[in-house]
């Protein structure tokens, strides 16, 4: 069964950047699509950006030009580069994949940004 590990959320300042990592066990991520989603306090989870099986990419528009989403093949990971970060990106940040059968989530990191 898959198992996905999310990492690198903090506390941050408005402009400022981070980098969320996404670990893998049980699955190769490279065969599947591989999501990066949001929940801030009080709203919807939201899908923020995908990563294809092929790399192609596509983001939601609030986060264009300033989120990169990427992935590692040889560590299995997925990433989200996040630069500019403004507190409306204030959220637990959550990984998500599907294979054929079967959707996998991570258990969240928080993003608090702030001044």
């Known amino acids: 069964q898959a198992q996905l590990v999310e990492s690198g959320g903090g506390l941050v300042q408005p402009g400022g950047s981070l980098r969320l990592s996404c670990a893998a066990s049980g699955i190769i991520l490279r065969r599947y699509s591989t999501a990066w989603y949001r929940q801030a306090p009080g709203k919807q989870r939201e899908l923020v950006a995908t990563?294809?099986?092929?790399?192609?990419?596509a983001y939601v528009d609030s986060v264009k030009g300033r989120f990169t989403i990427s992935r590692d093949n040889a560590k299995n990971t997925v990433y989200l580069q996040m630069s500019n970060l403004k507190p409306e990106d204030t959220a637990v940040y959550y990984c998500?994949?599907?294979?054929?059968?079967?959707?996998?989530w991570g258990q969240g990191t928080q993003v608090t940004v702030t001044s």
């Open positions: 990563i294809t099986n092929g790399g192609g990419t």
């Open positions: 998500y994949t599907r294979t054929e059968t079967t959707g996998s």
